[in-house]
């Protein structure tokens, strides 16, 4: 099956400066890759995902990079804000995003003013 | 769009009952839901997808009697912990993905279940 493996599992940065989270995907099949932010407490929520068609997409601050053949993908966060701060958890999934999602184990991301 | 609820947000009970949880897709329809289980400070890890109409497929390791899963319709299921006992006590969180014509990638989540069994 799948597996992700999720960098670093802490990451803590100043206000204003740039967040980079890294995944690793074991399944050469996976080829839809989301990316989940959880408020303590909260349910998790979708903030940005990319196809294997595309190396790479980006919405306001925040942008997501997928290397098919190295098999990894990573977010990034610029012009970090307190309010970023939360648990980022990344997933892999088969079948254009129609199987099962396989998650990292998060990154706790601290972004202090 | 995209709104998933879950019912309730909390539940504390004692050792032996059952307890049962539902999720609702609001705004669309879902033919397929998952459950998750979440320690604290620890990643999702799914327990069940449930198809509408059909018998859920449980993760390994996750006792098919003990966590009964029904998905009756396209925008409701539940699960019901049987028999709960304190290690069951967890964050117990549905996602539903979108199974409609305009289809959107994506699992959505609810907003969790807080279980704690004394």
């Known amino acids: 099956g799948e597996n992700v493996e999720q960098h670093p599992s802490t990451l803590s940065v100043q206000e204003g400066d740039s967040a980079v989270i890294k995944c690793t995907y074991s399944?050469?099949?996976?080829?839809?890759f989301p990316w989940y932010k959880q408020e303590l407490g909260k349910r998790p929520q979708l903030i940005i995902d990319?196809?294997?068609?595309?190396g790479e997409k980006k919405d306001q601050r925040i942008a997501v990079t997928l290397n098919k053949t190295a098999k990894h993908f990573s977010l990034h966060i610029t012009e970090t804000q307190p309010e970023d701060s939360a648990v980022y958890f990344c997933?892999?999934?088969?079948?254009?995003?129609?199987?099962?999602?396989?998650f990292g184990k998060g990154t706790m991301l601290l972004v202090s003013p | 769009g995209a709104v998933v609820s879950q019912h309730p947000s909390w539940v504390i009970c004692k050792s032996g009952t059952s307890v049962k949880i539902e999720c609702r897709s609001l705004d669309f329809q879902a033919t397929t839901m998952f459950w998750y289980r979440q320690f604290p400070k620890q990643s999702l890890m799914l327990m069940a997808t449930s198809n509408e109409g059909s018998k859920a497929t449980y993760e390994q390791g996750v006792e098919k009697d003990k966590f009964l899963i029904n998905h009756a319709s396209l925008t409701l299921s539940t699960l019901t912990v049987t028999s709960a006992h304190p290690e069951d006590s967890s964050f117990y969180i549905c996602s539903a993905r979108d199974g409609g014509f305009g289809i959107k990638l994506g699992q959505f989540f609810g907003p969790g279940t807080r279980l704690t069994v004394l």
């Open positions: 997933a892999a999934s088969g079948n254009s995003g129609y199987s099962t999602l396989t």
């Open positions: 399944d050469s099949a996976s080829n839809y």
């Open positions: 990319i196809r294997s068609n595309v």
